[in-house]
């Protein structure tokens, strides 16, 4: 078990671009979030998935936001025509319902938008 | 809408001495779970202490208890015999349909 993975660590894009964040969480593990968090503040929940069924998206979070779970596995974070108030930490994280529910985090995809 | 608040933006503890961390949330449910996250500066978060709602007892794990007061809807962290390792921000989670946080509260450790 290596834990929650997220890829890119990094990323710096353009304004506008398009940009697709992967999370690999703990196998076996049903439930997974995401959330975005800035410097100084705690993470503001974006959407979570039990299984591959999303269950809830943040009514902050734009159209431009979109996040899918094929097959209750791996989760894709992508954000569309990206701004530069999007810069933030995305962090990922996932739990197992019906146990401890404790949510084990990855080290996050820090996004910077120039 | 469940709504967690921690109303201490920055704390500072002498090294070994004993510090406590606020938080209060907002729900209706009545079966929920609560919890403390540490992270530290540029690195994960990492679970600290778990509480059930439903267990009277408050949840130690070593140097770290809580005082859960259901009633009044309060959930606070108390270190003791802090080190300089535990200078981080920390963040009071409510867990009922979904995992929410507080806004944190930045832990200082003065040697």
């Known amino acids: 078990d290596t834990g929650v993975s997220q890829n890119p660590r990094h990323k710096i894009t353009k304004r506008g671009q398009n940009v697709t964040f992967r999370c690999d969480p703990i196998?076996?593990?049903?439930?997974l979030y995401w959330y975005r968090q800035t410097l100084g503040q705690g993470p503001e929940f974006l959407t979570y998935?039990?299984?591959?069924?999303?269950?809830?998206k943040s009514r902050l979070l734009s159209d431009r936001f979109s996040a899918e779970r094929p097959k209750g596995s791996f989760s894709t974070l992508e954000i569309q025509r990206t701004e530069q108030g999007d810069s933030a930490m995305y962090l990922c994280?996932?739990?197992?319902?019906?146990?401890?529910?404790?949510?084990?985090f990855g080290q996050g995809t820090r996004l910077t938008v120039v | 809408a469940q709504t967690v608040t921690q109303s201490q933006p920055e704390m500072s503890v002498q090294e070994a001495e004993t510090v406590t961390l606020s938080c209060t949330y907002d729900?209706?449910?009545?079966?929920?779970?609560l919890f403390w996250y540490k992270q530290p500066p540029s690195r994960q978060m990492i679970l600290v202490i778990r509480?059930?709602?439903?267990?009277?007892q408050n949840a130690t794990e070593n140097r770290f208890s809580v005082n859960f007061q259901k009633a009044a809807k309060s959930f606070s962290l108390k270190i003791s015999d802090s080190q300089l390792g535990d200078a981080a921000m920390y963040f009071c989670?409510?867990?009922?349909?979904?995992?929410?946080f507080g806004a944190g509260t930045i832990l200082r450790v003065k040697s």
């Open positions: 994280a996932s739990s197992l319902v019906a146990s401890r529910h404790e949510a084990f």
């Open positions: 196998s076996e593990h049903n439930r």
């Open positions: 998935f039990q299984n591959e069924a999303q269950l809830e």
């Open positions: 729900t209706s449910e009545s079966d929920y779970y």
């Open positions: 509480q059930e709602a439903y267990k009277q």
């Open positions: 989670a409510y867990l009922g349909n979904k995992l929410v």
